[in-house]
T-cell receptor, first 112, second 113 residues
């Protein structure tokens, strides 16, 4: 597609369950980023992937959060044993080698 | 690590007036400063950016200024229109290439008709 695609757009889950959020970046973009946006807050960096390099995981808030990027394309962000404070909009972005983020529309996660 | 502060958190202006949003950053290694606009229910979109070798950049009604010595940069919107109403985020990065951006907390701009 022409843009960054995220799925699902909305996800409601029970506390303690695991969730997987998917991101399809723009074809040919070498870098992929995950951010979290809590209600009324800014964009909190989580993790980014650049080509075949080891990902920068420095923003992941706990070991319940993990992400992978298969074949240099699609990425999945997994949150294990979800907690209410995990409720937020999770945004994915991709960029070509020369930079410049294109964001998806996000996944709104609600933990009840 | 880098820390970006953004002010004000909310801003209301009359249509046709100017709006100014200010950001400060902490890491002197940062040299790329993009601004993003986020409309309700959508992801942020790049509206303008500036690199550290430039002090000012303008694109129609939008301009950005950078003071590297003071570590602050600002977004200026002139002749505001209702469609400018959105949340604006500043960011700082060590490169304009592929690298993580550290974002400010956002400014909700309301343009009153």
């Amino acid at each position: 597609g022409a843009g960054v695609s995220q799925s699902p757009s909305n996800k409601v889950t029970e506390k303690g369950k695991d969730v997987e959020l998917r991101c399809d970046p723009i074809s040919g973009h070498t870098a992929l980023y995950w951010y979290r946006q809590s209600l009324g807050q800014g964009l909190e960096f989580l993790i980014y992937f650049q080509g075949n390099s080891a990902p920068d995981k420095s923003g992941l808030p706990s070991d319940r959060f993990s992400a992978e990027r298969t074949g240099g394309s699609v990425s999945t962000l997994t949150i294990q044993r979800t907690q209410q404070e995990d409720s937020a909009v999770y945004l994915c972005a991709s960029s070509p080698a020369q930079g410049g983020y294109t964001f998806g529309s996000g996944t709104r996660l609600t933990v009840v | 690590g880098e820390n970006v502060e953004q002010h004000p958190s909310t801003l209301s202006v009359q249509e046709g007036d100017s709006a100014v949003i200010k950001c400060t950053y902490s890491d002197s290694a940062s040299n790329y400063f993009p601004w993003y606009k986020q409309e309700l229910g959508k992801g942020p979109q790049l509206i303008i950016d500036i690199r550290s070798n430039v002090g000012e950049k303008k694109d129609q009604r939008i301009a950005v200024t950078l003071n590297k010595t003071a570590k602050h940069f600002s977004l200026h919107i002139t002749e505001t229109q209702p469609e400018d109403s959105a949340v604006y985020f500043c960011a700082a990065s060590q490169t304009s290439g592929t690298y993580k951006y550290i974002f400010g907390t956002g400014t909700r701009l309301k343009v009153l008709a």
